[in-house]
Each structure stands twice: as structure tokens, then as C-alpha cells.
């Protein structure tokens, strides 16, 4: 399949560690946030969100943390498997828009 | 499971030609964004309907580019002439009519302009 992108940021891990990803976002005014994955050929697949009163959220082997003081967000996968390869967007939504504003992104390589 | 259709997922044309990309979104979702991504960064909102009222159309470069949701269903995005800078892939997405709510994408087009 084609490349997302060829110029992206990259985090390469070992399988069955844990990969952490990393968003600055840029609106003080962003109260809610969302995690995608985008694999190779398709469109950004939801992993997770978050609204700015929580801090912490976890889902299945996700864990997202939002530290509004540094307008930064992070993306925790535990246990990382070769299927989690693909890139990863955060993107940021001010109340009352529904406009979402996307970050540059992070590609995830699994190394075997 | 309820996908965003596309098509088509690949066009290449030459620059000055018109080119047409379809989105047919989630049944019941009254909200309906085109994206374009350019390759190595996030995408990047082109035009946002709610039914078929444009809300938001800041981004989109008005002297070439034209959409319409003339039923408030599926949705055509245009771009006439195209230039080589429009190379790139062309996201459709959708949503329930809720502000604060998952946008879920379509595979995409990818646009070769030669």
C-alpha cells in the first residue's frame, strides 16, 4: 500500500513494549481531543478521545493523558503488536465548532 | 459495520482538467467535512456541511474548488482546472449532528495532478 507519509516523525519500538506518542497542540481554547490511527492506504481510524476536565483515559491497551498546562497530549499502547504500525494523529476541537484541527502526526514502526 | 464510501480511491489526471471525487457518508449522519491530506502531514478541513448547509468553508480555495450536499445524503467535491499543487489525498468523513463527536473517514481519494 501507499505511504501516508514519508516525512513524519518516527517512533520505532519492540514488539510487546510499550510505545508512547506524543501531540502539542495548539488552542488553549481546545476542550476535547481525539486520537486517530492511520494505516497505510485507508482513512484515520478513532482510537480515542478526551474531554480537557479529565487528565487520564483509558481504553483497551490505550491510555491517552492531557496536560493542558504545556497544550500536550500523549498516547500510550501497551504491549505493542505488529499491527499497531501505522500513524497516529491527535486533534483538537474548540466547544461549540465542529471543526477539528489536526496535528502533523507520528509514524509507528513495530519491529519483530 | 457502516462505512464512509468513496470513489474513486485513485485518480490521475492533468493539470487544467476537471476532476470529481464522491462521498456517500454514514446513513443518518447529518454532518459531512472533506479533508484533504497532503502527503506527510495531518489532514486538513476543506468544507463542512450540516445537512446540506455549508457551515464552513474558510478553507476551501473558492476560485477552483466547489462542493455540494445538494440533499443533504452524499456529497461531490470539484476541482476545476486542477493544478499540480492539488496532488493529495481527498478524506471525506462524517458525523452525528452532536458537536462533540467522532468523525468517522473514508478510505480516500488519492489525486495525481501530471
Known amino acids: 500500500g501507499e505511504s501516508v507519509g514519508l516525512h513524519l516523525p518516527t517512533l520505532s519500538v519492540q514488539e510487546g513494549d510499550n510505545s508512547i506518542i506524543n501531540c502539542a497542540y495548539s488552542?488553549?481554547?481546545?476542550?476535547?481531543f481525539i486520537w486517530y490511527k492511520q494505516e497505510s492506504g485507508k482513512g484515520p481510524q478513532f482510537i480515542i478521545d478526551?474531554?480537557?476536565?479529565?487528565d487520564k483515559r483509558q481504553g483497551q491497551r490505550v491510555t491517552v493523558l492531557l496536560n493542558k498546562t504545556v497544550k500536550h497530549l500523549s498516547l500510550q499502547i501497551a504491549a505493542t503488536q505488529p499491527g499497531d504500525s501505522a500513524v497516529y494523529f491527535c486533534?483538537?476541537?474548540?466547544?461549540?465548532?465542529?471543526?477539528?484541527?489536526f496535528g502533523t502526526g507520528t509514524r509507528l514502526k513495530v519491529l519483530a | 459495520e457502516a462505512e464512509v464510501a468513496q470513489s474513486p480511491r485513485y485518480k490521475i489526471t492533468e493539470k487544467s482538467q476537471a476532476v470529481a471525487f464522491w462521498c456517500d457518508p454514514i446513513?443518518?449522519?447529518?454532518?459531512l467535512y472533506w479533508y484533504r491530506q497532503i502527503l506527510g502531514q495531518g489532514p486538513e478541513l476543506l468544507v463542512q456541511?450540516?445537512?446540506?448547509?455549508?457551515?464552513?468553508d474558510s478553507q476551501l480555495p473558492k476560485d477552483r474548488f466547489s462542493a455540494e450536499r445538494l440533499k443533504g445524503v452524499d456529497s461531490t467535491l470539484k476541482i476545476q482546472p486542477a493544478e499540480l499543487g492539488d496532488s493529495a489525498m481527498y478524506l471525506c468523513?462524517?458525523?452525528?449532528?452532536?458537536?462533540?463527536?467522532?468523525?468517522?473517514f473514508g478510505a480516500g481519494t488519492r489525486l495525481s495532478v501530471l
Open positions: 456541511f450540516q445537512d446540506e448547509s455549508v457551515v464552513d
Open positions: 468523513a462524517s458525523s452525528t449532528r452532536l458537536a462533540k463527536n467522532i468523525q468517522y
Open positions: 446513513s443518518g449522519h447529518a454532518t
Open positions: 486533534a483538537e476541537n474548540t466547544s461549540g465548532t465542529y471543526k477539528y484541527i
Open positions: 478526551i474531554r480537557s476536565n479529565m
Open positions: 488552542n488553549s481554547a481546545s476542550d476535547y
